[in-house]
């Protein structure tokens, strides 16, 4: 088992940045690629990005794009999304998950997910 926990998350203007955090515990954190995904109200959750479990790869959405990083820490369990240039379209909750697939991006391959923390982007 693996247990996520994310922080960071709030109200922020367009244009904005926040960082985002996803503290690992239970199983080695190494072991799992971890990824990013998001879910607005009324729709459906989608993957944001993921990052290898070296941290050596990683693959973003094309709605973030240059906009967003995803980066892990091994040494400290924690995987971070660095949110910047923010649009209101972006406003969802954010979740973080761990998969043993090398930098999925479907969510169906994803074993372990956090609750989730709040980004609200006000225009």
């Known amino acids: 088992q693996v247990q996520l926990v994310e922080s960071g998350g709030g109200l922020v203007q367009a244009g904005g940045s926040l960082r985002l955090s996803c503290a690992a515990s239970?199983?080695?954190?190494?072991?799992?690629?971890m990824g990013w995904f998001r879910q607005a109200p009324g729709k459906e959750r989608e993957f944001v990005a993921v990052?290898?479990?070296?941290?050596?790869?990683?693959l973003y959405a094309d709605s973030v794009k240059g906009r967003f990083t995803i980066s892990r820490d091994n040494a400290k369990n924690t995987v971070y999304l660095q949110v910047s240039s923010l649009k209101p379209e972006d406003t969802a909750v954010y979740y973080c998950?761990?998969?043993?697939?090398?930098?999925?991006?479907?969510?169906?391959?994803?074993?372990?997910w956090g609750q989730g923390t709040q980004v609200t982007v006000s225009s």
């Open positions: 239970g199983r080695p954190f190494s072991s799992y690629a």
């Open positions: 990052i290898s479990w070296s941290g050596g790869s990683t």
């Open positions: 998950a761990a998969t043993g697939k090398y930098t999925s991006t479907w969510i169906g391959e994803y074993d372990y």
